[in-house]
């Protein structure tokens, strides 16, 4: 088993009843921490499954057990080049030299802002591509790819799956 962690943002709720907490614990997110922020539930879980499909699916079915209705599943899928660098563990520059070109070809175009100072790239695409380079790792990629699916409306099982991650990249 590995520990995924992620969180669900929810709502449909009031953070104000007694029985608040108690609610998502009996529900089974006792492996969960609940905040309630900018008027959204927030519920961070560390979930031990056999997948990230697995984690994630027990997790939205655990929340709405609660009575809670689920909006999204993060981390966010849209990334600027600083969480880029987070996530992957490299420096804000060598992402930076990635995105313009100068450190090898092919970085997935930005998604979202393309026009603005701030553009922001979909985590899915980057980390496939990171993985291609042998950048990252694997399950990096495979749970950005669930993630972004969940949010898209789509259980995993039920959408196209690719049968491996992106074709490593020669540098």
Known sequence: MTTYEFSIIASGLDPQAADFEARFYNAG??????????????????REAASVDEAISSAVEDVRRAGAKVEHVEPDPLVNLSDIAKRSGLTR??????????RGVGFPAPVARVTTESPLWDWAEVSGWLVAKGTLAQDVWAQAVTVRQYNMGLRPAEAPQPNQPPKRLIA
């Not at 520059?93 to 100068?102: C, D, I, L, W």
Request: with cysteine; aromatic share 10%; net charge negative.
């Open 29 to 46: 997110c006792d492996d969960a921490l609940v905040a309630f922020q900018k008027g959204r539930i927030i519920v961070d879980f560390a």
């Open 93 to 102: 520059a060598a992402v930076h030299n990635y995105a313009t070109g100068a």
